[in-house]
């Protein structure tokens, strides 16, 4: 085998001896043996002496060139080369053209790379699973999810094996698509096409299950990764925190903050903490919460708005009203400016304080959002107010505030007014968030069936939306004459959140059995609630003689 660093020096011995018309093959193979050892730089000082000698390169020379540049991680030099063929009258075979798709995706032109690609299918060209492993990379930083499984599928129909590094990017961008399910059968493809995962597959599966907050996975990858050893970022141990705290997975949370600490490779940063205080505060354990904001303090972080608002969230489950007002007073002085977020939190603690502790929040929301104070003020100060003049002032706040808290603060208001036994202010709120359609599809009908939907609202919010549908059968049943479906359905959605004390199902079902009401919980339909139009328009009949006019 010749040697790369005598290669040079042995050609030149050799051209003494050949005819010219072979002295293009000695070349060719002397840069083969530079390719083989990644030597693009002697490699492309090979071919200036091609010029200078009048040795007209051909088709291999360049393919050899273009082919060394690629192993070299250096695609813009593959497309140079590539772009110079036609100057010196050669033109590219299939090989050469398969090979320059993965070469221009590298080197950021997708819009050719595309349209070689678009070619290849066409032509039946051969194409290596670097070049698809490179397409994939391409669809996945565009945002086209779908185009990364159409490669994967297209180069399996064509018996293109895909390597590990496939799979990782493929994983990569069903977790960027928020598709958990598609990431696990990928998985399962990996495992029995024998590859075992590394550590970037891993972290794509904590990444793709973390965000898409499929709990179990995400932990079971965890465990495995620690099994094996196998070092987590800071990045990943935030991405786990993060999804325990929205999921409520309070020991877990806990178990993977204490490895963290104690892994030797990271330390806990802002966004650690943050996650670490919304676990403790979201579920009311004031002494944990209170010390890992202690800790975050001594780790040279201060506490953001975020953190201060599950903080307040926290002393709010815990019904300790001067400790929340006590925290607020320290968002002023540390002269932040409360957002939407903390004062819905302030709303949603008010929900959950005795009345007669509520005028120490209003305060507060007054001096944080004087028209949320202003409307709070209506709702439990005021006995009664002018026919639509609530409306008005609730409608004008919604119109103030972001879209994504509109009915985070409309649920709000009405488990405040359900608090207080207002239930014709409650009813007055819900119609607002109809009419703004953030009360969207509350109510269907079919043929078969008419349902109630309440699985998007809160406690009070879905009772109050319950009373206002009996009323509204009433009418139909016993006014209007009008015939009931078959069935007639009440959907309070399944499970319920691990911070929750009771579900909304078990709410809706002890009201119903109040209400003497013929619903019952579907054998086969999780969270439903049904009955038939016979045992309803009897119910109904019931009540109206009865003289009940209201659920």
């Known amino acids: 085998m010749t040697n790369p660093e005598t290669a040079p020096l042995v050609l030149i011995n050799l051209l003494e001896t050949v005819k010219p018309s072979r002295e293009v093959i000695l070349y060719n193979v002397t840069m083969k043996v530079l390719r083989k050892s990644k030597d693009l730089e002697k490699a492309e000082k090979l071919f200036d002496e091609m010029l200078q000698r009048g040795v007209k390169p051909d088709n291999a020379t360049f393919t050899t060139l273009i082919s060394c540049a690629r192993q070299c991680g250096l695609p813009k030099r593959a497309v140079e080369w590539f772009e110079k063929m036609p100057s010196f009258g050669c033109e590219p075979d299939n090989v050469t053209l398969a090979a320059m798709i993965d070469a221009y995706g590298r080197a950021g032109n997708v819009e050719t790379a595309l349209s070689l690609y678009d070619r290849a299918r066409t032509e039946k060209w051969r194409i290596d699973a670097v070049t698809f492993s490179t397409l994939i990379r391409i669809y996945g930083y565009s945002g086209n999810y779908d185009g990364c499984l159409n490669i994967y599928e297209e180069m399996k129909s064509l018996g293109v094996k895909p390597n590990l590094v496939i799979y990782n990017r493929l994983l990569d961008s069903m977790g960027k698509a928020k598709r958990p399910w598609q990431a696990k059968i990928i998985h399962r493809d990996l495992i029995s096409n024998g590859f075992e995962p590394n550590w970037s597959t891993y972290a794509a599966l904590v990444r793709a299950y973390g965000r898409a907050r499929y709990g179990d996975d995400a932990l079971v990858i965890y465990r495995e990764m620690k099994e094996k050893g196998l070092e987590l970022t800071v990045i990943l141990y935030n991405t786990l925190l993060s999804m325990c705290a929205d999921i409520g997975y309070v020991d877990e949370a806990f178990e993977?903050?204490?490895?963290?600490?104690?892994?030797?490779?990271?330390?806990?940063?802002?966004?650690?903490?943050?996650?670490?205080?919304?676990?403790?505060?979201?579920?009311?354990?004031?002494?944990?919460?209170?010390?890992?904001?202690?800790?975050?303090?001594?780790?040279?972080?201060?506490?953001?708005?975020?953190?201060?608002?599950?903080?307040?969230?926290?002393?709010?489950?815990?019904?300790?009203?001067?400790?929340?007002?006590?925290?607020?007073?320290?968002?002023?002085?540390?002269?932040?400016?409360?957002?939407?977020?903390?004062?819905?939190?302030?709303?949603?603690?008010?929900?959950?304080?005795?009345?007669?502790?509520?005028?120490?929040?209003?305060?507060?929301?007054?001096?944080?959002?004087?028209?949320?104070?202003?409307?709070?003020?209506?709702?439990?100060?005021?006995?009664?107010?002018?026919?639509?003049?609530?409306?008005?002032?609730?409608?004008?706040?919604?119109?103030?505030?972001?879209?994504?808290?509109?009915?985070?603060?409309?649920?709000?208001?009405?488990?405040?007014?359900?608090?207080?036994?207002?239930?014709?202010?409650?009813?007055?709120?819900?119609?607002?968030?109809?009419?703004?359609?953030?009360?969207?599809?509350?109510?269907?009908?079919?043929?078969?069936?008419?349902?109630?939907?309440?699985?998007?609202?809160?406690?009070?919010?879905?009772?109050?939306?319950?009373?206002?549908?009996?009323?509204?059968?009433?009418?139909?049943?016993?006014?209007?004459?009008?015939?009931?479906?078959?069935?007639?359905?009440?959907?309070?959605?399944?499970?319920?959140?691990?911070?929750?004390?009771?579900?909304?199902?078990?709410?809706?079902?002890?009201?119903?059995?109040?209400?003497?009401?013929?619903?019952?919980?579907?054998?086969?339909?999780?969270?439903?609630?049904?009955?038939?139009?016979?045992?309803?328009?009897?119910?109904?009949?019931?009540?109206?003689?009865?003289?009940?006019?209201s659920a």
């Open 256 to 549: 993977i903050f204490q490895d963290m600490k104690s892994c030797g490779t990271c330390e806990p940063d802002s966004w650690t903490f943050s996650s670490l205080i919304t676990v403790y505060s979201c579920c009311g354990r004031v002494a944990e919460a209170e010390a890992a904001l202690l800790e975050m303090r001594e780790a040279g972080f201060e506490p953001t708005l975020f953190v201060l608002t599950s903080v307040i969230q926290c002393y709010g489950k815990a019904k300790q009203v001067d400790d929340v007002v006590r925290t607020f007073d320290q968002v002023l002085e540390l002269g932040i400016e409360p957002d939407d977020r903390f004062c819905g939190c302030l709303l949603n603690v008010m929900t959950q304080t005795p009345s007669e502790e509520i005028g120490k929040l209003i305060e507060c929301v007054e001096k944080a959002m004087p028209k949320l104070g202003h409307v709070v003020k209506m709702l439990v100060q005021d006995e009664s107010c002018e026919e639509g003049v609530l409306k008005k002032e609730a409608s004008e706040l919604i119109d103030s505030i972001g879209s994504d808290v509109k009915k985070a603060y409309l649920n709000c208001l009405i488990d405040l007014c359900v608090n207080l036994s207002e239930l014709e202010k409650a009813c007055e709120i819900l119609q607002l968030g109809m009419e703004c359609d953030i009360y969207s599809s509350l109510q269907s009908k079919s043929a078969t069936q008419w349902s109630l939907h309440l699985k998007s609202l809160s406690l009070g919010a879905a009772l109050t939306a319950l009373h206002g549908w009996m009323n509204d059968l009433t009418e139909t049943a016993l006014t209007s004459g009008e015939e009931f479906p078959p069935l007639l359905g009440i959907n309070t959605g399944h499970g319920k959140h691990k911070y929750s004390d009771k579900g909304l199902a078990a709410v809706v079902e002890s009201h119903l059995k109040e209400l003497n009401a013929p619903f019952h919980e579907a054998p086969d339909k999780v969270g439903w609630f049904l009955t038939t139009s016979v045992a309803a328009k009897e119910w109904l009949e019931s009540r109206r003689s009865s003289g009940e006019v």
